[in-house]
């Protein structure tokens, strides 16, 4: 099925036209994307994918309000993150629990500085507290701009929302985060001594 050459566009318009096959491949071609979004917003697998599911119903359910404004993934990275955003207003309960270990994309997050591992869990979790402890819209633009890669622009068009929104969450959130984790700048200041 991963080898399914039609387009994105395509395999949603096939999805709205009665292919059985054409949801779950376009699923299946982004599903990693999706789940990182998903898990990086929630910080609970379970509740990632609680969220995450969720969000494939709705946009199967939805396929056919697809206008082509945005690129689909941009559509499906919006339902993700709105999924998420309303299981977070549900539950009302913020727990943070550490993001999995994946040392590959931990690299990419800036979170390894050294070989010692205990550091890195501990320093990746005070990254996640610090996450629980802003409001839900501006982890959520910190998320897709500071940890996914997305450009203000992409993550204003999957939280539906403006650029100078997006950018008005980001500058906020980061300056609540900086007094939460200034601890881990004196660490590195201290190590690079």
Same mark, same amino acid.
């Given at each position: 099925?991963?080898?399914?050459?039609?387009?994105?566009?395509?395999?949603?318009?096939?999805? !709205?036209?009665?292919?059985?096959?054409? %949801?779950?491949?376009? $699923?299946?071609?982004?599903?990693?994307?999706?789940?990182?979004?998903?898990?990086? /917003?929630?910080?609970?697998?379970?509740?990632?994918?609680?969220?995450?599911?969720?969000?494939? +119903? #709705?946009? %199967?359910?939805?396929?056919?309000? %697809?206008?082509?404004?945005?690129?689909?993934? /941009?559509?499906?990275?919006? +339902?993700? $993150?709105?999924?998420?955003?309303?299981? +977070?207003?549900?539950?009302?309960?913020?727990?943070?629990?550490?993001?999995?270990?994946?040392?590959?994309?931990? !690299?990419?997050?800036? @979170?390894?500085?050294?070989?010692?591992?205990?550091? @890195?869990?501990?320093?990746?979790?005070?990254?996640?507290?610090?996450?629980?402890? @802003?409001?839900?819209?501006?982890?959520?633009?910190?998320?897709? $701009?500071?940890?996914?890669?997305?450009?203000?622009?992409?993550?204003?068009? +999957?939280?539906?929302?403006?650029?100078?929104?997006?950018? #008005?969450?980001? #500058?906020?959130?980061?300056?609540?985060? $900086?007094?939460?984790? #200034?601890?881990?700048?004196?660490?590195?200041?201290?190590?690079?001594?």
């Amino acid at each position: 099925m991963t080898d399914d050459e039609r387009s994105d566009n395509e395999l949603l318009s096939d999805h !709205v036209a009665g292919d059985p096959n054409a %949801f779950e491949v376009l $699923v299946a071609r982004h599903s990693n994307r999706l789940w990182a979004i998903a898990l990086r /917003t929630m910080r609970n697998p379970e509740e990632a994918a609680d969220a995450l599911q969720d969000a494939y +119903i #709705s946009a %199967f359910r939805r396929a056919d309000t %697809f206008r082509g404004d945005a690129a689909v993934t /941009t559509w499906l990275h919006r +339902i993700v $993150v709105n999924a998420c955003l309303d299981r +977070i207003r549900r539950n009302k309960v913020r727990r943070a629990e550490p993001l999995p270990d994946d040392p590959d994309r931990a !690299v990419e997050l800036g @979170i390894i500085t050294d070989s010692d591992q205990l550091e @890195i869990k501990e320093r990746r979790a005070d990254v996640v507290n610090a996450l629980a402890r @802003i409001n839900a819209d501006q982890r959520a633009a910190l998320v897709l $701009v500071d940890m996914e890669g997305y450009s203000v622009e992409e993550a204003a068009a +999957i939280l539906g929302c403006a650029t100078g929104t997006i950018k #008005s969450r980001c #500058s906020r959130g980061r300056a609540k985060l $900086v007094p939460l984790l #200034s601890h881990l700048r004196e660490t590195r200041a201290e190590a690079n001594a």
